[in-house]
């Protein structure tokens, strides 16, 4: 099953327009992330203060805004693959065009963040 598949099972937020290549379900995050496995890592690009209102146990969080000066925090290869998650989405989304062009090609973006993550995975995180 894709990921465009995947998402569409769990119904995709309003409006929202999957991109393959670019972006990444709620449901193959959890599940990559939860198996710890090799080749993923998931960066929380959320602020500080989104921080302490919900995070995801086990991921790396790196603001938005220091991305570029902290890129080589990321344990990262080709073939890797970067899950970028914020509060909806749309952070992430800009992020991962930005990482993609800084040569890591696969970052990908997590399709409506960690509020679809708490709406669809884990309803202990509280929603903002």
Known sequence: MSDREKFQEFE????WHFQD?????VPDTAE???AKQDGFVLVDIREP????????????HIPMGDLPA????IAADEDTTIA???HTGRRSLKATLFLHQQGLAGT???????DWWSLRINPSVPRY
């Open 12 to 15: 995709n937020p309003p409006r």
């Open 70 to 73: 902290r890129i080589n925090e």
């Open 21 to 25: 290549g670019l972006e990444i379900s």
């Open 84 to 86: 970028l998650i914020c």
């Open 49 to 60: 203060e989104e921080l302490d209102i919900c995070s995801i146990e086990g991921a790396i």
């Open 108 to 114: 990908r973006s997590v399709a409506g963040g960690i």
């Open 32 to 34: 990559r992330h939860t």
